[in-house]
């Protein structure tokens, strides 16, 4: 008996109606990038592994998927090697390669690698799937695609304000409900010297990237679990839960962060930058967040984080401030910051809400109905100058019944349909029937394409 054929777990294939939505998302997103200045580029799906370990901490380096070495790759152990005895020592022996992880650290070692052929300061998107080996869950998947747009070769917090703008424009014109946060990873490493233990700051934000998921008593039992002492806990509890405004938080920090010259330094740049964006009459204006983390360990100054406001999902946006990711490379103090969409997540939300305009579904604005050959020919030579003008538009391959033609439209959403029969053929005429309302009208020919692009 044969098996149904599947896809693997956390991945998808997409329809018509889907691949639609997906390309209002990309399209929507390319836009704004591209009025802000900044260029495409792409890189591999897969980079050395070299490339990839260390760039995320120990809990992302494990969800590195990874690509066997082709050819006889167990042949090549060294001898008395027990290939079943230590997984991971053999997966470093017999995997070079992996899929990429994000699209940030392909980008650094992008710029080190070309960077007598860029211009700096460099702003580039990017718009390309990426691979984690993490659980499948709702929202979360192995494969998914990443809007990236990033600016490298610049420490200017004109930046940070620049992807908050982008981050607006992006939601507005997909007529998102987004909350927006920031915080600053020096703010974080402020508040690890204040409550006395400065050496657990990644085991301190990497608990408290879980605190939606997992609840306030869940991320203080894991930090206790990674060493951090219940005192210190103590005093970084009611730091984390902080209530009040952008500015009554800032004010809190500041006296806070008395003997914290980092934390104080962190402080500061937010309060620039929230400065900065107060002017801008924003639809989605940022909040500031102590308990934001974000766990990927290159974040260095300010991190964003983006949620929606009418549906429970992860993050639909984020990223930050990283001062020497390109430094592991070998170019060391070119300071970068990004953001990236997570667009399918975004598309999740959109579906869900029903937000997707109506025209969306459709990329045929006009169906021909095929009377027979005689009425094809004259319906051909429109179709060329329909597609001429930019307006898409098909012929129904066969002469079929009225019925199947009409509900063939209706399936695939086309808006309008166009009947040139004996006597419009003779008239030079062609009766357009509007299929949301049922109307029909009958219009010169030379007037069809007019009358659709009003």
């Known amino acids: 008996m044969s098996h149904k054929p599947s896809v693997p777990k956390g991945t998808r294939d997409f329809l018509p109606a889907e691949m639609a939505g997906r390309n209002h998302i990309f399209s929507t997103v390319k836009n704004v990038f591209d009025l802000y200045g900044y260029v495409p580029i792409e890189t591999p799906a897969m980079e050395n592994l070299s490339s990839l370990l260390g760039k995320y901490g120990e809990e992302g380096d494990k969800l590195l998927f ?51 052929e860029l211009t700096f300061p460099f702003k580039r998107y990017q718009i390309q799937p990426v691979w984690r080996a993490d659980r499948p869950q709702r929202g979360r998947y192995r494969e998914f695609f990443q809007c990236d747009a990033d600016i490298i070769g610049s420490d200017s917090l004109l930046n940070e304000v620049e992807m908050a703008q982008i981050i607006d424009d992006v939601f507005t014109r997909l007529g998102m409900n987004a909350v927006i946060k920031l915080n600053n990873r020096k703010i974080l490493t402020g508040i690890s010297e204040i409550i006395g233990e400065p050496r657990k700051l990644t085991a301190m934000t990497v608990a408290m990237d879980k605190l939606d998921k997992i609840g306030i008593d869940a991320v203080c039992s894991e930090m206790q679990e990674k060493g951090i002492s219940a005192g210190a806990i103590a005093r970084l509890r009611p730091v984390i839960e902080m209530k009040g405004s952008n500015n009554e938080k800032l004010d809190a920090l500041f ?82 910051v990004g953001i990236s969409f997570g667009a399918d997540r975004i598309y999740d939300v959109l579906a869900q809400t029903g937000s997707f305009p109506e025209d969306v579904a459709s990329a045929t604005r006009l169906m021909f109905v095929n009377f027979g050959p005689s009425a094809a020919k004259v319906c051909m030579k429109l179709l060329k100058e329909f597609r001429r003008s930019g307006i898409s538009a098909e012929l129904y391959p066969g002469d079929a019944k009225m019925k199947k033609q009409m509900q063939y439209a209706n399936n695939r959403n086309i808006p309008f349909v166009a009947l040139i029969g004996e006597k419009e053929t003779m008239e030079g005429s062609v009766t357009v029937k509007d299929m949301k309302t049922g109307a029909q009208q009958t219009i010169r020919q030379q007037d069809l394409a007019g009358y659709l692009l009003t």
């Open 255 to 336: 006296d806070l962060f008395r003997d914290s010259d980092t934390g104080r330094g962190g402080t500061d740049e937010m309060k620039q930058v929230l400065d900065l964006l107060e002017d801008l009459d924003l639809k989605h204006m940022p909040v500031f967040d102590v308990a934001l983390a974000r766990g990927l360990n290159y974040y260095t100054g300010t991190i964003f984080e983006v949620k929606s406001a009418d549906v429970e999902i992860g993050s639909i946006c984020g990223g930050g401030r990283y001062d020497d990711l390109t430094g592991v490379f070998g170019l060391p103090g070119l300071s970068g």
């Open 66 to 116: 990874r690509i066997l070495n082709s050819g006889d790759f167990l042949g090549k152990l060294p001898p008395g090697e027990n290939p079943c005895t230590d997984s991971g020592r053999l997966a470093n022996m017999i995997c070079d390669r992996g899929l990429r992880y994000d699209l940030t650290v392909p980008f650094a070692r992008f710029v080190v690698q070309h960077r007598n």
